[in-house]
Each structure stands twice: as structure tokens, then as C-alpha cells.
């Protein structure tokens, strides 16, 4: 049995240990850079968009955001909502139910892109052919069409995510492709705007 | 306690109309009902003697010679006792409904909901409503797991029919100053999806409408359909992503309860080591992403680095960092020569860093400010909604863990193991025992339901779980053969055995397997089909007792006298804001309840 006592680590210790991190700019855990082109300067916002995985995916995406992996050193970051994304991360096979929430957050895209995490993702894995999930070719011609890049893998590890990420262009992001013709027109149809729905005086 | 029989005895008043088959397991009883309202009784009479419900499972026998659907409940009682209870729907006028137990057993009622959607059987006494798995995009009345369909016609059914209206959200009036809340199914995180409807007043939530299913991938039908009793482990590990090896353990136990086959005990030892490396990595995954719901960032990113190490480990044993394809019907194999030593020295040190970080979160002022009592189940919600696993013990229910009730592989063998697993909990002299010298004691009495008392059991047993694997260890050690049965040269030789003994099955046996996962026990039903075929798999994941659970733990309710802290507020409350901590303490699978 192991009888060492617990000690429990002072928080000023890891603070002047991160402090310090960040003064002689090496940091604590992370790993180096898993391909080059990942060190080129970039901006990818990631939407995550469950579409039934088993949760191994999320386990692995979320794992790109520890220390280890880090992934905002290479300008990419996951975002809450869809209409501030770059791009869509999908995962899981694509159930039935979940079509319509789907379709729902490719729309508000500023430009429908999908990346296609996992096995699943790509061809249904292992349900593929299941009365529930419309893998493969039977999906939607939208979200079939939107997919820019498949990364293999039950689940993919974090760094073959990684690595295929950086297969990305790095201007993918930016007005230049949300907005063709920058800055957009500003059109407030008065029905939708927030006035209308305030009692008259 | 009494046994089933003398509640057969007290409860039945047609002893005849109750057929007990032999035993297949010295603990296991099987009993055949021809009339429901005995085994309703039945079932009252084994909830007073704290009798827990695993699972129900409907089988549609029509084509066989029962000519019937069947209903079965199994429960399983403290005294490491499993019940079968077995009812075929038989009468003519009311061929699709059977007995409900619901008013016994509420943590049914998921069941009994996805039920009436795969099957179309539904209780007797109560109208159902479909829309638990299969939501609008589905016909209705398509009752995908008769036996007599199959995936194309499935497919052809819902591509010619228009899909139904989207179930409109309930128009029913709220108080003035009370509002909706819709949220999900997509959620602003990498998380599952689901949707939740807060009904809230102010900041304050009143109530709460979960909707899931959305996740639903016909794995049930998957399993009769495209896979074999040998090759099922694949979808069965797929279940859940996270409690990837618990699911898979539990699916060979059932194929192996089917076949009647002995383990080596090396298996047994490296399957146990396993599911404990599991619950380490999702104990401290859990524990991390609490610290970062409270905005405790710095010891969420350094615990994040435990997991990882964790996850790196089990890479190293089996390649594959989620514990997959390693667990197979018949055996278990490695990867290459473990080294147990590394294994022994990265558990000690990730558990022991680990416990101070985690004593450090807990005893900080703001987190203990945000954590005790939000998001309170007491014991007696605990008890009669039927919460299980982690949450069950949070909330006082200490032992409430298969491990000790209903024992399974090494643990069943092991009596030290089931020593440390019940020292987890310590009463204050067990803690002068030798197997329970813990870094991190907890008492029954930290154990009051809220957030602060499942990440206690969360830390606590990930100690407990690093004191079995370095028992398991020693215990390899020992044993000078403990890699050559898991070698991978073994996986042929393991698998034609299991095909062997499965040839002499008959169609239509099952096999029932069981497993303390980390989230709470897993149960797997599996019944054989003509050939290596599967005729029906229950799968039951702990979500589906715990969602329910949640919710109460959620939702106003009214203090009704606490036996650790009588004098608590009037009303147990929390705010929209604690959602996402409580939603994070429970982390409960959307996955494995959607099926």
C-alpha cells in the first residue's frame, strides 16, 4: 500500500510555476508542434457539432484544449456559436434526430464548411446501415457537400487531429470569405428589427 | 433479509401460476408470472426489502412458441442475489401492454418510454406517448425491433413516409413572471447533444423538461442485424465512448454466461485493472472540467495533465487510448510485455499529485462556496427514484456499487478488492485498518447529495481505484504467467473456444452480464439467436436511472427534513447559472441513454 502522506500543492507554487512559464516563454507540458505548417500564422474558429458519436470524439477534442496539445498556440480555438465559426467539427454518424438541429447550425454559418471527425463521421463506422443514421450518401446533399476534410480514426487521436488540421488553409478564415463584398449592406427590415416589437408610445 | 422465495410465498396469491426454472448460477433465480398483478406485488414486496431494479427487457417472441411478446425484469438484492422475472403477454384482448411496475420502480419509466417506441408494447394501466427514441423524423407506429423487420424496410418506411410535424413545444400556460428556457439540443461547448427546457422565475429554476433520444443509432437493432455474438464487442464498446471497456466487459460477461465458459484468472485480473484505469481517467476528466465550470483554471489545466497521462498509459497497454479492442468474448490480450512496475509508478504518482490538487479545489472558499448544496438529491430522492453508480453513493447510498453487491470476475474471487471498495467510505475506526490507510479519508456524513459531495466520492475513489490496481499488480506479479494469457498469440486459441462452447447453446438462451462502470452498473442482456446470431441485446446504461435523477436534484423542491442538516433552507433551490455545474457533477451519457 502506498502510505506517503498527501500533500497538497500551495497555489502560490503553481502560480510563480506558471509565472514563470510565461517569462522564459517555455511552456510547462506542451508537446512540439506535430507538422510544420501548423506554425504558420493562422486563425480557425471550430464550431462542434455532435451528430451522435459515442462521446469518444468530444473526449479527444476536448483533450486538444489541455496543456498538452494546447491548441490555441496554433490559432485555432474552439467557438461557442456557429455564426462566429469558420468552420463546423462533426462528429458521430449523423442520426435522424438530429437532422434538422443540423441543418439549423450549418445555416448559420457564415460560409457552410465541415470537417469530418471520426470514423462515423465520415462513413458511419460501426452503424453504418442502421435504420437511425443516414451515414455516407444517404445524408443530406448540404452537409455532404460542405465537408472540406476527413480525419480517420475511432476516435482520431489528438494528434491526428492535429496533424490533419493542418491541412487547413490558413485563410480560410476572415471577411474575405464570410463576407464577399466587405462591408456588408446594412439592411434592417423593420419587421425584424428590435423596435418593432417595443409597445408604440 | 428474506429470500424471493418466501416474497413469492407472501406476495402471490396464485402460487401455481408461478414456474420457477433451474438455476443456470448459484445466485440466480428465475421465475415465470402468468398472472401480472402477482408479480406487480412482487415487485412491491422487493422494494421494501431494497431490492434494486437492473433493467427490462422486451423480447417479441411471436414467432416462437410462446406466440407472445415478453416482458422481463431482473432486479438484483443486496445479498448478491439476481432475479429474473419473466411474463409473456399472452392475453388476447391486450396483446401490447403488460404489467407496470412504474408505480414501484419509478426509474422504469425511460424504459418503458423507449419500449413503447421500439416495440409498441406499453404499461397497462397508463397511456404512452411516443417520441422517447424516435422523434419526428420517424413514421409513426414503425416499431423497429420486431423481429420481422429489417433494416431495408426500416429505411424504405421512413423515406417514403412524410416526416411528422415537429413535436410543438407545450403550449401550457405559466404563472405571470415564470418563462421557458429552451436549450440544445445543440449545446455551445464540445459536449452531447440533448435539450433542455428550463420553466424558471427570475434566475431561479422551477422545473425542468429533458428531452433526449436524439442521439439514437438503432444499436439494439445494429446488434441482431449486422453483428454476431462473437463480433458484437465492437458496437459494444461504442455504446458509450467513455465507459468504452465498462460496456465491453459487460457484453463479454453476457456472451460468456451464455456459453458457460471459465475465465483464467489472469483475465479476470487484467479486465478488473482495466476498468479501474477507466474510472481513474474519467474521475479525473470529471473532476477537471468541475474546476473549470468554477473558473478554477489553473488546477483544471494541471489535472487535465494527470488524464492525459492517464489516457497515455492505456495507450502503452493495449494501443488504443480509450481502452477499445483489447476486450473480446473469451479472453483479453495486450499489446506487447507490459511493464508493471511503470504501470505501479504511473498510477502512484498520478494519484498522488492528483488527490492534492483535489484537496486543493475542495478546500479553496470560492469553490466550496459554489459547490455545497447546489444541485442537493438527498438520500431518500436517491432511494426511490432509483439513482445508481457514483450519484447513488454521492448522495449517501454508500454502498451501492456492484462491485460489492453483485460481485463480478476478480472482484467475485478477491476479497481484498472488495475491502478497498467499500473502504472508500470510511467509518471513523475502519480508517485504523490496515487496507485503509486513504490519503484522502471521506465519511458518510460528507455525503449530503450535492456537487461538493460527488467530487469528494470522485477523489476519494480514484485513490480507491489506485489501491486495487497496485493490489492487482502485486497479485500479477506473483504469478509468473500473467502475460502469457493475454499474449496476443492467445486470441485465436480464446476465440475458437468461444465459438466452440457456443455451438452447444441452444437458440434463444441468454446470457446477462453486469459491470460497475464508472458512472454506475452497466447491464447487458443477450439472447442467442439460431446460429452465432444475436436475437435480442438489452443494453442498460446507468444514464437512464440518473437523467431523471438530475432533474430532481435540479428543480425547486421543498426541504423535507435532513437527517445531516436539519436546519437547511426551507426550499432546496438553484439558478439557471449552477446548471452547467450540476449538468458537469452528475455527467451523466447522452449516448448510451439514446441507444
Known amino acids: 500500500m502506498d502510505k506517503a502522506p498527501v500533500k497538497k500543492p500551495s497555489l502560490i507554487w503553481l502560480l510563480v510555476r506558471r509565472l514563470l512559464g510565461v517569462i522564459v516563454r517555455k511552456p510547462l507540458y506542451s508537446i512540439p508542434p506535430p507538422d510544420a505548417r501548423l506554425d504558420q500564422p493562422r486563425s480557425v474558429f471550430i464550431r462542434h457539432l455532435d451528430c451522435g458519436s459515442c462521446n469518444g470524439c468530444e473526449l479527444e477534442l476536448n483533450a486538444l484544449s489541455n496543456p498538452i496539445y494546447d491548441i490555441e498556440r496554433f490559432g485555432i480555438r474552439f467557438e461557442a456559436s456557429p455564426r462566429h465559426a469558420d468552420v463546423l467539427a462533426m462528429t458521430g454518424p449523423f442520426t435522424r434526430n438530429l437532422t434538422e438541429a443540423a441543418r439549423l447550425t450549418l445555416e448559420a454559418m457564415p460560409e457552410p464548411l465541415i470537417i469530418a471527425i471520426g470514423d462515423c463521421a465520415m462513413n458511419g463506422g460501426v452503424f453504418r446501415n442502421s435504420y437511425a443514421v443516414t451515414a455516407g450518401d444517404a445524408r443530406p446533399d448540404e452537409i455532404r457537400q460542405a465537408i472540406i476534410l476527413e480525419v480517420p480514426g475511432c476516435p482520431p487521436a489528438p494528434v491526428d487531429i492535429l496533424k490533419k488540421l493542418a491541412e487547413l488553409p490558413p485563410d480560410l478564415s476572415g471577411a474575405a470569405v464570410a463576407f464577399p463584398s466587405y462591408p456588408p449592406p446594412l439592411v434592417i427590415e423593420r419587421s425584424m428589427s428590435w423596435r418593432s416589437t417595443m409597445p408604440s408610445r | ?595
Open chain 2, 1 to 595: 433479509m428474506a429470500s424471493i422465495h418466501s416474497g413469492i410465498r407472501e406476495t402471490c396469491r396464485a402460487p401455481n401460476a408461478v414456474t420457477e426454472l433451474p438455476r443456470r448460477a448459484p445466485n440466480e433465480t428465475h421465475f415465470v408470472f402468468e398472472n401480472g398483478e402477482d408479480l406487480v406485488r412482487l415487485c412491491q414486496w422487493a422494494k421494501q426489502e431494497s431490492y434494486h431494479l437492473c433493467t427490462l427487457v422486451v423480447t417479441d417472441e411471436r414467432q416462437l412458441e410462446d406466440n407472445a411478446f415478453k416482458v422481463w425484469y431482473v432486479l438484483h438484492s443486496a445479498q448478491q442475489e439476481l432475479v429474473i422475472l419473466e411474463y409473456a403477454l399472452q392475453d388476447s384482448r391486450q396483446p401490447f401492454s403488460f404489467p407496470s411496475i412504474q408505480a414501484t420502480f419509478p426509474c422504469v419509466e425511460l424504459l418503458e418510454r423507449e419500449v413503447f417506441d421500439l416495440f409498441g408494447v406499453s404499461p397497462l394501466d397508463r397511456m404512452m406517448t411516443g417520441g422517447a427514441v424516435l422523434h419526428a423524423p420517424y413514421p409513426d407506429e414503425l416499431h423497429p425491433l420486431w423481429a420481422n423487420k429489417s433494416q431495408a424496410a426500416l429505411k424504405a418506411r421512413i423515406n417514403s413516409q412524410a416526416a411528422r410535424q415537429p413535436d410543438a413545444p407545450g403550449r401550457e400556460h405559466l404563472p405571470a413572471g415564470m418563462f421557458y428556457l429552451p436549450v440544445g439540443p445543440i449545446h455551445a461547448g464540445v459536449i452531447e447533444a440533448g435539450h433542455f427546457r428550463f420553466h424558471v422565475a427570475g434566475e431561479v429554476i422551477e422545473d425542468l423538461d429533458l428531452v433526449l433520444g436524439y442521439k439514437h443509432k438503432g444499436i439494439e437493432k445494429l446488434f441482431e442485424t449486422r453483428y454476431t455474438l462473437d463480433t458484437g464487442w465492437e458496437l459494444a464498446e461504442r455504446v458509450s465512448g467513455d465507459s468504452s471497456f465498462a460496456h465491453s466487459m459487460a457484453y463479454c460477461q453476457a456472451v460468456e454466461s451464455l456459453a458457460s465458459i471459465e475465465l483464467p484468472e489472469t483475465v479476470h485480473l487484467w479486465r478488473a485493472l482495466f476498468l479501474e484505469l477507466e474510472r481513474i481517467y474519467n474521475h479525473i476528466t470529471d473532476v477537471s472540467a468541475l474546476a473549470q465550470d468554477m473558473a478554477f483554471d489553473l488546477a483544471a489545466s494541471d489535472i487535465a495533465v494527470l488524464r492525459e497521462r492517464i489516457v497515455r498509459l492505456n495507450a502503452d497497454l493495449t494501443g488504443h487510448r480509450l481502452l477499445r479492442k483489447v476486450n473480446f468474448p473469451g479472453g483479453v490480450v495486450l499489446n506487447s510485455v507490459p511493464n508493471l512496475d511503470a504501470i505501479k509508478s504511473t498510477v502512484t504518482e498520478v494519484t498522488r499529485t492528483f488527490l492534492g490538487l483535489g484537496k486543493m479545489v475542495m478546500d479553496l472558499a470560492a469553490c466550496r462556496n459554489r459547490m455545497i448544496t447546489t444541485g442537493k438529491l438527498t438520500k431518500c430522492e436517491a432511494e426511490k427514484f432509483g439513482a445508481t453508480g457514483l450519484v447513488a453513493r454521492a448522495s449517501g447510498l454508500c454502498d451501492h456499487d456492484l462491485r460489492l453487491k453483485l460481485p463480478f470476475g476478480a472482484y467475485a474471487s478477491m476479497e481484498e478488492l472488495r475491502r478497498l471498495v467499500s473502504a472508500t467510505v470510511a467509518i471513523p475506526e475502519a480508517l485504523q485498518k490496515p487496507w485503509a490507510n486513504r490519503g484522502m479519508p471521506v465519511f458518510d456524513g460528507d455525503l449530503i447529495g450535492d456537487v461538493l459531495a460527488r467530487f469528494v466520492i470522485r477523489v476519494a475513489e480514484v485513490e480507491t481505484s489506485a489501491n486495487i490496481i497496485r493490489l492487482l499488480l502485486d497479485r500479477m506479479r506473483s504469478s509468473p504467467s500473467f502475460y502469457a494469457e493475454v499474449s496476443p498469440q492467445r486470441r485465436p486459441a480464446y476465440e475458437r473456444r468461444m465459438v466452440e462452447s457456443l455451438r452447444h447453446v441452444q437458440n434463444y438462451e441468454f446470457g446477462l452480464g453486469y459491470v460497475e462502470g464508472w458512472r454506475g452498473d452497466i447491464f447487458y442482456w443477450v439472447m442467442k439467436g439460431p446460429g452465432d446470431t444475436i436475437f435480442r441485446c438489452k443494453v442498460r446504461d446507468p444514464s437512464v436511472f440518473n437523467w431523471p435523477a438530475m432533474r430532481l436534484a435540479i428543480v425547486r423542491k421543498r426541504n423535507e427534513g435532513d437527517a445531516y442538516d436539519p436546519s437547511g433552507p426551507p426550499c432546496w433551490e438553484n439558478i439557471l447559472a449552477d446548471f452547467p455545474l450540476i449538468n458537469k457533477s452528475f455527467n451523466l451519457s447522452y449516448a448510451g441513454n439514446d441507444g
